[in-house]
């Protein structure tokens, strides 16, 4: 799990193509102060394994479902990512909850500049349009973001100073293609109004106060 809060951009050094996956490496430094052969980490919203470890980079095995469903394709050596680590059990959890299981591809239609900020429209599938509702959440690269507006076409967000910082979104153009990820809440809500059987994960998201009362009966 995820929280939407970029610790570090991050560099490709290397795409190398093999059978049935793409190898891909990454030039980083903060988050490889405790990351390990084995570990989860987000890599503009994907959630990846970490396969190999070295001084200053990582790499990590894109499986071709994920190549499918994802912007990672388009990514070229000398490309800027979004990083963070997984969520450490007891931490803060500054967005949202972010599980790292992209839903698909979302377009850049305008960038408007809102004193420090910038404002983004966008577009995505229309299939997913009915999870979205101003001042709900939505992923988008891995950065945990508020609708700021929701039409049928699209929806916009605002990008604020510090996101501008610490995210490569801001240096994304009209027509760029970024990954996003529908909030969880969202659809576990729209199963349960359309009946269903309970699942463990939603127990736990009820117990812990993320599901409202009346979405897990037992």
């Given at each position: 799990m995820f929280t939407g809060i970029i610790e570090e951009v991050g560099v490709v050094s290397s795409l190398i193509r093999r059978s049935s996956f793409l190898r891909l490496s990454i030039?980083?430094?903060?988050?490889?102060q405790d990351l390990r052969n084995?570990?989860?980490?987000?890599i503009n919203g994907i959630c990846l394994t970490v396969a190999d470890m070295g001084r200053n980079n990582f790499s990590v095995d894109v499986s071709e479902e994920t190549m499918r469903s994802s912007s990672i394709v388009l990514l070229k050596i000398g490309d800027r990512v979004n990083l963070e680590r997984a969520l450490l059990v007891g931490g803060r959890v500054g967005g949202h909850l972010i599980s790292g299981h992209i839903d698909g591809v979302a377009e850049?239609?305008?960038?408007?500049k809102r004193g420090d900020g910038i404002?983004?429209?966008m577009s995505l599938p229309s299939d997913f349009m009915r999870f979205l509702v101003p001042k709900g959440s939505i992923a988008l690269d891995g950065v945990s973001l508020t609708l700021q507006k929701v039409t049928d076409q699209g929806f916009s967000i605002m990008l604020i100073p510090q996101t501008i910082k610490t995210s490569v979104l801001a240096q994304k153009n009209i027509g760029s293609k970024v990954n996003?990820?529908?909030d969880m809440i969202s659809k576990y809500v729209e199963k349960q109004l359309g009946g269903g059987p309970v699942s463990d994960t939603e127990k736990v998201m009820?117990?812990?106060?993320?599901l409202p009362i009346g979405i897990v009966d037992n």
């Open positions: 030039y980083a430094k903060k988050v490889l084995g570990d989860s980490i987000s850049i239609k305008g960038k408007i404002e983004m429209q996003f990820e529908i009820f117990n812990s106060g993320f």
